[in-house]
Nanobody
């Protein structure tokens, strides 16, 4: 397994940008597909973005396409989520997650075995 620690959350205004980071320790980072999920108050956790082990392919939920960018640096054992043009609806706790392989759907949270503790992102209007 890997241990994941997120950082970079905060309080910003609508239209601002923020970059989240997630540092991994433990097993070989490049063996894992990495994902970002979020959970807003009173809502279920939802998929935000994912990136394959080598970083060649990225996946996004429709609501963040064109605004968010997921990337990774395997030498630094870090995955990033660059968030631009933030909206109040983006307010949530953001979690990074790791999966050795995806069996059915990269957007399903039960595909990911390891999770970070989360970082709060609050976007004011």
């Amino acid at each position: 397994q890997v241990q994941l620690v997120e950082s970079g959350g905060g309080l910003v205004q609508a239209g601002d940008s923020l970059t989240l980071s997630c540092v991994a320790s433990g097993r070989t980072f490049s063996d894992y597909l990495m994902g970002w999920f979020r959970q807003a108050p009173g809502k279920e956790r939802e998929f935000v973005a994912a990136i394959t082990k080598t970083g060649v392919n990225q996946y996004y939920t429709d609501s963040v396409k064109g605004r968010f960018t997921i990337s990774r640096d395997n030498t630094e054992r870090t995955v990033y989520l660059q968030m631009n043009s933030l909206k109040p609806d983006d307010t949530a706790v953001y979690y990074c997650a790791a999966a050795r392989r995806i069996y059915r759907n990269v957007e399903m949270d039960n595909e990911y075995a390891d999770w970070g503790q989360g970082t709060q992102v609050t976007v004011s209007s």
